[in-house]
């Protein structure tokens, strides 16, 4: 029965079957120059009306970003009025810096942490937790649970994290992450939608019944894409490429490119039944606005 919807829902006329009934969360990162504030800002201006459940804004590699994460989570949230939440790693820092952090976002007002493991710091090719520092993501979360009840989302990797030995450990360890008192997991991003479904089918036969939100990333650079998911380990289909091809220098025909891929990815997604989407923004709002519009979403107050 679901298989047959899905298929009705495919062979509708594009996109006239969206009926807005999503949740959407939008991903930022925290500027570096007043140009990049101000970006930044019409991005959170452009993308509020969409009421978001939430939005998040990522900590740098290695806390490199620590001050500025914290002002414009605490912006977005006291001067937007949109539920804001804070991405923390556990990299370069011990228990008591993090749970400092931590501390302070709660006095502050900030609810909801992105609690991530982190990258090894540049230079290291390995991971190697700080001494003093938490272990991994699961035992930030328990450490951020003992400091206060914060929401806490986490990562999710549809496609395996590269340092996992094989997808089962990886769901074993996602599975410790909701064990420890996380409430949703935000998928890396990946560009197929049967990537999702798979990985969704894998977690709920590993026991996993927490909500996992697929992480859409709109294309703004193609070249920047292949390098992260070369790193990250995200596979980069092969009809993408010839669809980016030639576009290097036409930035407008580029976008309307990327908004066709990520709608159309993302409508295959409502077909399997997704209904929360999380958009890494990049900090420029046109493209996941655009996308919000055709899965049929619009301002608060206004009818489709
Ligand atoms: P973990 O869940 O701790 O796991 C990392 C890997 O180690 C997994 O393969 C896991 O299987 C393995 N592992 C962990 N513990 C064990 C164990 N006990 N035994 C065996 N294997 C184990 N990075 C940033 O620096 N800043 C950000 O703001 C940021 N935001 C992100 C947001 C999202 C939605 C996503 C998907 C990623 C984000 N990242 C960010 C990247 C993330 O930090 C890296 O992917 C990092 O390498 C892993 O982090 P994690 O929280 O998934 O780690």
């Given at each position: ?5 899905a298929?009705?829902?495919?062979e509708?006329?594009?996109?006239s ?6 949740d ?8 570096k120059?007043e ?20 939005v998040?804004v990522?900590?740098g590699?290695?806390g490199?970003?620590?001050e500025?994460t914290?002002?414009?989570v ?15 790693t556990?990299v ?11 501390r ?9 942490i ?10 290291h ?7 003093g ?7 930030l ?9 914060f929401?806490i ?5 549809p ?26 997991a935000?998928t890396?991003?990946f560009?197929?939608?049967e ?20 992480g859409?990333?709109p294309?703004?650079s ?5 390098r992260m ?14 669809l980016?091809?030639?576009?290097d ?5 580029r976008?309307l ?9 993302c409508?295959r ?7 929360k ?22 301002p608060a107050g206004?009818?489709?």
């Amino acid at each position: 029965q679901q298989m047959r919807e899905a298929q009705l829902a495919l062979e509708s006329p594009l996109f006239s079957d969206m009926a807005g009934d999503i949740d959407v969360s939008f991903e930022f990162f925290p500027p570096k120059t007043e140009k990049m504030a101000e970006t930044l800002w019409q991005s959170v201006e452009t993308l509020a009306p969409l009421a978001p459940r939430f939005v998040s804004v990522t900590y740098g590699a290695g806390g490199s970003t620590r001050e500025r994460t914290h002002q414009s989570v605490v912006r977005i949230q006291n001067e937007a009025g949109i539920p804001a939440a804070a991405h923390l790693t556990c990299v370069n820092a011990t228990r008591e810096e993090v749970d400092a952090v931590a501390r302070h976002y709660w006095e502050e007002g900030i609810r909801h942490i992105v609690a991530l493991r982190g990258d090894p710091p540049e230079g290291h090719e390995h991971y190697q937790p700080h001494p003093g520092g938490y272990e991994n993501a699961a035992d930030l979360i328990a450490g951020l649970k003992r400091v206060a009840d914060f929401e806490i989302s986490v990562a999710a990797y549809p496609e395996v994290h590269p340092d996992s030995p094989d997808a089962q450990s990886d769901l074993d360890n996602l599975k410790r992450k909701f064990d420890a008192g996380a409430t949703r997991a935000i998928t890396q991003f990946f560009f197929e939608p049967e990537c999702f479904f798979r990985f969704r089918d894998r977690a709920a036969a590993a026991g996993i019944d927490g909500e996992i939100v697929p992480g859409i990333m709109p294309v703004l650079s193609f070249s920047a894409v292949q390098r992260m998911s070369g790193l990250c380990g995200t596979g980069i289909p092969h009809w993408m490429e010839g669809l980016f091809e030639g576009l290097d220098d036409r930035p407008a025909a580029r976008q309307l490119v990327s908004a066709t891929i990520a709608a159309e990815l993302c409508r295959r997604l409502y077909a399997g039944g997704v209904r929360k989407f999380h958009f890494y923004t990049l900090n420029r709002a046109e493209l996941s606005y655009a996308i919000c519009h055709m899965l049929g979403k619009r301002p608060a107050g206004e009818a489709k």
